[in-house]
């Protein structure tokens, strides 16, 4: 079965820095897709970013970006210039075919002022 | 934009109650998910429906059932209530071209059984 690690339950980071959070998975599969979500207070999960597995370019949307490492099986975002407002638990997810998108267990975002 | 419109935000029932968790959403999705997300759990897989009257068992299925009689409504269904199924339930759409954009969300139900 496809498993999805985030290995940080919790990160903090200061405002206008940069954050960067781990997200490793296992499969056998060679085309698959994988996201990152956002779920800030109002609980509403929103898309950040999704990266095609045979692409090998990184993902970017304006402040976030992913480093996408194929072969070791690892897929971080990183959060530029952090803003009050990218408080939020993280959500890394996979997904391939007709398989639901398997989550992992998510990490809790804190910006500091 | 796509909507994902989940029934109740919060709900309290009594053990031993048969609930119904309703799902619409707007733009012609074919796949259909429930999710129960519980604290250091994230996002487990309950039940999905790809198409009308069609239904899979995701990683968590006991205690659930789920109707889809129409195209843009999923129903999930807690038989007989217990305590351990106290939680917050998500609510997704996708379209029918396997996972490739990922899915909307629901702004999720949080159930308690007391």
């Known amino acids: 079965a496809q498993t999805v690690t985030q290995s940080q339950p919790e990160m903090s980071v200061q405002e206008a820095e940069t954050v960067t959070l781990s997200c490793t998975y296992d499969t056998s599969e060679s085309d698959y897709y994988l996201f990152w979500y956002k779920q800030p207070p109002s609980r509403q999960m929103i898309l950040v970013i999704r990266?095609?597995?045979?692409?090998?370019q990184n993902a970017t949307e304006n402040r976030f970006s992913v480093n996408f490492q194929k072969a070791a099986k690892s897929f971080s975002l990183k959060i530029s210039d952090s803003q009050l407002g990218d408080a939020a638990m993280y959500f890394c997810?996979?997904?391939?075919?007709?398989?639901?998108?398997?989550f992992g267990k998510g990490t809790r975002l804190s910006v500091i002022a | 934009d796509v909507k994902v419109t989940q029934s109740s935000r919060y709900l309290v029932k009594r053990t031993g109650e048969k609930v119904f968790l309703e799902c619409v959403q707007d733009m012609d999705h074919e796949n259909m998910f429930w999710y129960r997300q519980d604290p250091g759990l994230g996002l487990r897989l309950i039940y999905f429906s790809y198409d009308v009257k069609m239904k899979e068992k995701g990683d968590i299925p006991e205690g659930y059932s789920v109707s889809r009689e129409k195209k843009e409504r999923f129903s999930l269904i807690l038989e007989s209530a217990s305590t351990n199924q106290t939680s917050m339930y998500l609510c997704a759409s996708g379209l029918g071209s396997g996972q490739r954009h990922g899915y909307t969300f629901g702004s999720g139900t949080r159930l308690t059984v007391v």
């Open positions: 990266q095609e597995a045979y692409k090998q």
């Open positions: 997810a996979w997904g391939s075919g007709n398989t639901p998108l398997v």
